[in-house]
């Protein structure tokens, strides 16, 4: 991240680790999860792009390093000719993304959980009309059979490795910890340590 994006991102991990601290320091986890679950997913939006925030703070930074790889890397791709599947939790994000792609002129089809016609879509990319296919992971239904795809891109998995050896190496335990606020199974018992805590809001 550039310095712009990243002073977001430091100033919101300090506000969230504060905010979720005190949620469950007061509350415990089993009643801190919409806190927690809030914190992690304003951090992925400021990664992924910080127009995602709505927030004042976030109305000046216009540009976004993982958008801005993103793009670098679809061009080289489409390029060498290969076929692309790009996966995004956000539809918020899909768009964004659609308007630089069409900046680009980069021709693409895309299925998210509104869409009616999915065999159109998936015709056009598995006879090779388009190299890109956008897949929203919100889009239930049955299964795509997409076998023309040779690369696989997920634009926001939990944490965004951006370059920082000290993320990449921090992802193991941070999807642990995560793993086990989203598990139903886990129970109601199941405390975050203060370890935990400082490993999830971690600065860059």
Not at 122 to 144: C, H, M, N, W, Y
Not at 162 to 170: G, T
Not at 192 to 204: G, H, Q, R, W
Request: glycine fraction near 4%; charge should be positive.
């Amino acid at each position: 991240m550039d310095k712009d994006q990243r002073d977001l991102y430091e100033s919101i991990r300090i506000s969230m680790h504060k905010k979720v601290a005190t949620a469950i320091a007061q509350k415990g986890l089993a009643k801190s999860h919409i806190t927690v679950l809030d914190a992690l997913l304003k951090l992925r939006q400021t990664c992924c792009d910080p127009s995602l925030l709505k927030i004042k703070a976030a109305e000046s930074i216009k540009r976004s390093a993982k958008l801005e790889t993103l793009l670098n890397m679809l061009e080289e791709m489409i390029a060498e000719g290969r076929k692309i599947l790009l996966f995004s939790q956000f539809t918020s994000m899909i768009k964004i993304i659609e308007k630089r792609l069409a900046e680009k002129d980069i021709q693409y089809v895309k299925i998210t959980g509104s869409t009616k016609d999915r065999k159109t879509p998936v015709e056009s990319f598995q006879k090779g009309k388009v190299p890109l296919f956008i897949i929203s992971l919100k889009a239930d239904g049955t299964g795509l059979n997409l076998t023309a795809a040779d690369a696989v891109i997920h634009y926001d998995p939990w944490w965004n490795p951006a370059v920082e050896e000290k993320i990449l190496e921090m992802q193991d335990k941070k999807r642990s910890v995560a793993k086990s606020i989203f598990d139903e199974n886990a129970g109601t018992n199941h405390k975050l340590s203060a370890d935990d805590i400082n490993t999830l809001f971690e600065p860059l």
